[in-house]
Structures are given as structure tokens and as C-alpha cells.
């Protein structure tokens, strides 16, 4: 049994407000352009559920340097809407514009001002708690999708390329990257020690993890070209997959581990939910006299749910808490929120991926493959 103490705990599902900081460095020229774009768009985003608020700013210091901060109800309203297709289309007029853009995303702790002392007293809820007990690893994914039978050819590419150099600079170090297939679907999972956009910057320039990327382009589902950065940027924008939830004991380093990852297709509009009920079991079950899983990260866009986990031991000791559920209580939960697919075995979804169609309460009909996992040495 551990602690809360010794628990790292971050979760986008604690019911607090969210400010994101938006940080853009326009091209030249497109001071213009991009305030009529933001102008255009900006009434369609305060209509977006959960938007609160939001303001564009202009550097008096240089004048290609904006800011655009917004606040949130809560994290999981903005995820639902920066990770939608809606959001990819709305603000390509402003990406046109920008050379380098930056997202910050920070739950609000304290609020201090006459704005907030003078508002209703009910609406002054949402407000974290507690300060996070982090780990300082930031973890991030990509998902796409290979056209079905490449799987092979895309695993042999993933998992034969030289690793990277870790250090990324005097702050920044690439500490873990694993792959996982599920079907024709790849997920590629990181951790990173100090500054995420850094270290995939510093990924994307290493000759290797290029040529990597080149030789699975002609498998992909969806086309793009890595030397068009509008293509490039809006790839990888699709493909982000966040992590939405994390916890980990405190005898993640220590032991023999092996790393599991779970892949869970949500019925239409139901990943959230799915992401929310994982996360809330995987807290409950940290404090099980039988829980051999010492982290967990939860990965959610749309009705995609990704569960990496660490393991101590044998992963299928205790099969529900590997699968993520109380198979007895949740599991009629889950049913509703599962998309288990049409009676041929095919998924009911557009995501390429078909689930097990036998047992739902069975972790093995839900287990990626796994193709690599790679970790840093301490002395890199």
C-alpha cells in the first residue's frame, strides 16, 4: 500500500478553471492578417462549451510577438475542443500567419484582484485545490493510423532505427519513447525531462528519426509532407494525443517493471468519459493490497483512450486492475461507453481499429503490441 504522500498525482480531471497561454511569433508582415483572422474567428470560440474568457495582446517591444490567453471552465472542456477537427479547421486562417506558436496550459490555484472578490460567491469555485506533486516528466503521445497490411513493414521500421541522442540541453532530456501497435493503429508515447517542445524540436532535426519518418510516409492513411510545415504541423496536430491523467508510486524505479500499453475505442463522444472513469480507478486501486501497478498514464483525443501502464510482476496476476476496471461493479459502466464493434468483429468506428469481440472484461482483447521501448541511460 502507498501513501497519498508518495503518490505523483496529475490529472486534468480535478474540476479546476484551466488559463492557457497561447505564444505566436508572426512572419513578417501579417500583423494585419492575423487580427482579421482573430476577429473573425473569435465569437465561434466563445461559443465553444466551457470558454470563459479570453484576450489578445500585442508585444510593445516587438510588435510580431502576440499572446492570446483564454480560461476554461475546467481542463477536460478545452481538451475536447483543442483536440477536435472543428478546432484543426478554425484556426488554420491564423497558423497561416504564425512562424512559431507555443501552448500553455496551467489549472488555476489562486485568484486574488477585485474581479474576482467581487464575483457571485458560486462562481468562484474551480480553483485547484492543492499543489500537484509532480515528477518532473512531462509525457505526450502521437496516434495515427497505417493503411491496413503495412502493419508489419511500419513495425520493422519503428523498431530497427537508432535512438537519438538524449540530452537535449543543459535542461532537457529525452528520457524514455515507447511504440505500440494495436492493429493498424501506432501509438508513439514520450517522457521528457524539462521542456517538451525542446526535446520534439530537437527529435524532428536528428537525421535518424527523420529518415524514419520518410521511409513510413508511403504507409500512412493520411498524406503529408514533412518539408511543408503547414502539411507537417497540421499532421501532427491531429495526431497529438494528450496525456490527461497520470500517477505513479513510489516504487516506479525501483524493481523489475515492464511496460504495457491498453488501447480502449470509445463509443461517439464517449472518450472523456472513458478516460475519466480509468483515471478514477487507477486512483482507487493504488491504495489495493494486490495492485502490482506502480504508474499510469492516460491518454485521451476524441474516442480514443490509450492507458500506459508500468508493471511490477506478471501483468495478467490481477487482470482487472491491469484492465483499468472493477470488472464487477464498472463493467456495465464500461459497456455503455465501450464501442465493442459490429458482430463481424469489425470496429463500428472510423478510427481502423477493431476491439476484441470476446470477452470485454478480458485485458488481453485490449493490450497493444509492443514494438519498442527505449530508455535514456542515467549518464546520458
Known amino acids: ?134 515528477d518532473g516528466v512531462v509525457r505526450h503521445a502521437l496516434t495515427f493510423t497505417v493503411r491496413p497490411g503495412s502493419e508489419q513493414a511500419v513495425a520493422n521500421i519503428l523498431a530497427g532505427y537508432t535512438s537519438p541522442a538524449a540530452q537535449v540541453d543543459e535542461y532537457t532530456r529525452l528520457r524514455r519513447t515507447s511504440l505500440f501497435m494495436h492493429g493498424n493503429r501506432v501509438v508513439r ?44 504541423r497540421l499532421f501532427f496536430t491531429r495526431a497529438a494525443l494528450p496525456a490527461v491523467h497520470h500517477m505513479a508510486t513510489d516504487g516506479l524505479e525501483h524493481g523489475s517493471t515492464t511496460r504495457h500499453a491498453l488501447y480502449y475505442q470509445a463509443k461517439e463522444g464517449g472518450g472523456m468519459a ?46 482487472s486492475l491491469s484492465f483499468g476496471f472493477d470488472t464487477e461493479r464498472q463493467m456495465p459502466s464500461v459497456a455503455r461507453l465501450l464501442d465493442h464493434g459490429t458482430d463481424d468483429g469489425t470496429s463500428g468506428s472510423t478510427h481502423g481499429v477493431a476491439l476484441h469481440s470476446g470477452d470485454p472484461s478480458s485485458p488481453s482483447g485490449y493490450e497493444m503490441q509492443l514494438i519498442t521501448d527505449r530508455r535514456a541511460s542515467p549518464e546520458a
Not at 496551467?106 to 474576482?116: A, F, I, N, P
Request: aromatic residues 6%.
Open 1 to 134: 500500500m502507498t501513501a497519498l504522500s508518495q503518490r505523483v498525482s496529475q490529472s486534468a480531471f480535478d474540476g479546476s478553471r484551466l488559463r492557457v497561454v497561447l505564444l505566436m511569433d508572426l512572419h513578417d508582415g501579417a500583423q494585419e492578417q492575423f487580427l482579421e483572422a482573430y476577429d473573425h474567428l473569435r465569437d465561434d470560440v466563445a461559443a465553444v462549451p466551457g470558454h470563459l474568457s479570453d484576450q489578445l495582446c500585442q508585444s510593445f517591444e516587438n510588435p510580431s510577438q502576440w499572446l492570446v490567453t483564454s480560461e476554461w471552465e475546467d481542463a477536460p472542456s478545452f481538451l475536447a475542443w483543442v483536440n477536435s477537427d472543428e478546432h484543426v479547421e478554425t484556426v488554420k486562417p491564423l497558423s497561416r500567419c504564425v512562424r512559431e506558436m507555443r501552448s500553455l496550459r496551467y489549472s488555476v490555484l489562486r485568484e486574488t484582484g477585485r474581479s474576482y472578490t467581487e464575483m457571485p460567491e458560486r462562481s468562484r469555485g474551480g480553483l485547484q485545490v492543492s499543489p500537484r506533486l509532480g
Open 189 to 232: 508515447a514520450v517522457e521528457v525531462e524539462g521542456d517538451l517542445l525542446a526535446a520534439l524540436r530537437h527529435v524532428a532535426r536528428q537525421p535518424e528519426i527523420r529518415a524514419v519518418e520518410e521511409a513510413i510516409n508511403p504507409y500512412l492513411e493520411e498524406d503529408r509532407d514533412l518539408d511543408d510545415p503547414q502539411s507537417a
Open 274 to 319: 472513458l478516460a475519466r472513469l480509468l483515471a478514477h480507478q487507477d486512483e482507487a486501486a493504488a491504495n489495493h493490497p494486490h495492485n502490482n501497478i506502480v504508474g499510469s498514464t492516460i491518454f485521451q483525443r476524441d474516442d480514443i483512450v490509450v492507458r500506459l501502464i508500468d508493471v511490477r510482476g506478471r501483468p495478467d496476476a490481477h487482470p
